[in-house]
């Protein structure tokens, strides 16, 4: 479909679009005035993920053409969990673990998003940030039952694909959890009683969840709103984009630096770089063909400014620009010269001699004694490019080449420790 508003060209030229409840309405009420529409995301973890970056993006996208972009911090429904194809009930939080999430999640979507010192329920920089626990915090069961439940169709609910495939799998769906749709369709209600907004969006797993939010509104409000979801996104081996050996790609500096972050996009399969590059960079879409027609070694070049601006969007350019010049003098030019983030080791330690398996674990290119052990059997373990053969190494002041120590996992993952 050719689309006349901004937002949907650009959605669909990058490749956000996946379903959308009524494309043609949609493209005219985009065009026709300011739309205010919203993602939600659950406080499960205490930092979101890059599989998350996509809805940021859209959020982002939303602004650019002049739109309101609403974020809902989920600490209610964080009470219930989404079950929306996982194979079981997530594990339930407890009131201040959410909260606690719930604070490292808005630092995460300020980062991206730039709203300066946003309280709930306040629009700052055109973003609106509300927290979906002071309405469904309040709500009579009852009241519930009579004004929203009885919209909705149980058989309907039954064939959602999110819903199905876990009956399938036999491994049943709680009470608790069937919940969920109508408390994700009640937020639609309620935001766009509170804020006029008129589309949610979400990954193509809410699908469900999203259209019974729509069908609510017309049924309790009699108006037209509209609902948009974009890809799941595989790498091109067919893996969960985000997921690494070591586990989730955290937003969060706390539990990834920026430069760790930055080798994650510089690790990208030459087949996925014009796709990341359309999802996770606001480059030109010219660029963006000119750089991933690049063939051979040059492709890598492809893959450092995929790294680059994909890091800057979440932790700044400097330091993008910082993480990208540590990598460039450490594994280009050969020169051990410059700090890699977060560790350092005393003088006095080195005099005594550091355990190896203390230097991997420390540093964070490991997180067990177990597993370093495991590193230096397999031969993956290096000091200043040298292979370690044994686990009961030391590392002393002799170790320290031009200044710093270089300690590796692998043929990737790197530190420069400092020496105080």
């Given at each position: 479909m050719s689309f006349k508003s901004g937002f949907l060209q650009e959605a669909s030229s990058r490749g956000f679009l996946f379903q959308c409840t009524d494309e043609v309405a949609l493209d005219e009420t985009l065009l026709s005035g300011t739309v205010g529409g919203y993602i939600g995301f659950d406080c499960t973890a205490d930092s979101l993920h890059v599989g998350h970056m996509i809805q940021i993006m859209l959020l982002r996208l939303l602004r650019k053409y002049g739109h309101r972009p609403v974020v809902v911090i989920g600490g209610g429904t964080s009470r219930l969990g989404d079950p929306s194809f996982?194979?079981?009930?997530?594990?339930?939080?407890?009131?201040?673990?959410?909260?606690?999430?719930?604070?490292?999640?808005?630092?995460?979507?300020?980062?991206?998003?730039?709203?300066?010192?946003?309280?709930?329920?306040?629009?700052?920089?055109?973003?609106?940030?509300?927290?979906?626990?002071?309405?469904?915090?309040?709500?009579?069961?009852?009241?519930m039952l009579r004004e929203v439940g009885r919209h909705f169709s149980i058989s309907r609910?039954?064939?959602?694909?999110?819903?199905?495939?876990?009956?399938?799998?036999?491994?049943?769906?709680?009470?608790?959890?069937?919940?969920?749709?109508?408390?994700?369709?009640?937020?639609?209600?309620?935001?766009?009683q509170r804020h006029g907004v008129t589309l949610q969006m979400g990954g193509s797993d809410q699908w469900g969840n999203i259209v019974s939010g729509v069908e609510l509104i017309r049924r309790t409000k009699g108006k037209s709103v509209y609902g948009l979801t974009a890809p799941l996104i595989s790498t091109a081996s067919g893996a969960k984009m985000g997921k690494t050996s070591k586990g989730a790609v955290w937003l969060s500096r706390e539990r990834l630096s920026a430069y760790d972050y930055w080798q994650f996009w510089r690790n990208t399969a030459d087949a996925d770089v014009g796709r990341f590059l359309r999802f996770f960079s606001e480059l030109p879409l010219d660029e963006i063909s000119r750089l991933e027609a690049l063939g051979g070694s040059e492709i890598n070049e492809a893959k450092k400014v995929l790294a680059t601006e994909a890091t800057a969007l979440v932790h700044g350019e400097e330091a993008a620009n910082q993480a990208a010049e540590t990598a460039?003098?450490?594994?280009?030019?050969?020169?051990?010269?410059?700090?890699?983030?977060?560790?350092?080791?005393?003088?006095?330690?080195?005099?005594?001699?550091?355990?190896?398996?203390?230097?991997?674990?420390?540093?964070?290119?490991?997180?067990?004694?177990?597993?370093?052990r495991r590193l230096i059997r397999?031969?993956?373990?290096?000091?200043?490019?040298?292979?370690a053969f044994e686990d009961t190494k030391l590392i002393s002041l002799s170790d320290i080449k031009e200044g710093v120590i270089q300690i590796s996992a692998g043929r990737k993952q790197h530190r420069l420790i400092s020496i105080i």
């Open positions: 996982r194979e079981e009930a997530r594990q339930l939080l407890s009131e201040t673990e959410i909260e606690s999430n719930a604070i490292g999640i808005c630092r995460n979507i300020e980062s991206v998003l730039s709203f300066t010192n946003a309280k709930f329920e306040k629009a700052l920089h055109d973003v609106v940030l509300v927290n979906n626990a002071d309405w469904l915090g309040s709500l009579s069961y009852l009241d609910m039954l064939s959602f694909d999110s819903v199905r495939s876990r009956l399938e799998r036999e491994q049943g769906l709680t009470f608790l959890e069937f919940n969920y749709s109508i408390l994700q369709s009640y937020d639609f209600l309620e935001l766009y460039k003098v450490a594994f280009e030019e050969k020169v051990v010269a410059v700090t890699l983030p977060k560790h350092d080791v005393s003088i006095s330690d080195l005099e005594k001699g550091v355990s190896i398996i203390r230097l991997l674990v420390e540093s964070g290119l490991v997180t067990s004694n177990g597993e370093a397999d031969g993956g373990a290096r000091i200043n490019g040298l292979q």
